[in-house]
């Protein structure tokens, strides 16, 4: 996901969409653990889109 799309979600939405990261991180580690999962990069980007998420939440935290 896009930081400009990520900037323009509401501060509800970005919450469950960290929620939701949370939880596809979660699936990949287990996956990864059992030596399931095939591409190991998918576990980078998840990391790097809550990384956005929760900048761009703490951004509007402030910004108040």
Not at 9 to 28: I, N, S, V
Not at 43 to 63: D, G, N, Y
Request: no cysteine.
């Amino acid at each position: 996901m896009k930081p400009a799309k990520v900037r323009e979600m509401g501060p509800e939405e970005l919450k469950t969409k960290q929620r939701e990261l949370q939880e596809r991180l979660f699936r990949l580690r287990v996956q990864q653990s059992i030596g399931q999962l095939d591409n190991g990069i998918k576990l980078r980007e998840t990391r790097r889109e809550i990384a956005r998420v929760k900048t761009v939440l703490r951004e509007k935290q402030v910004s108040r």
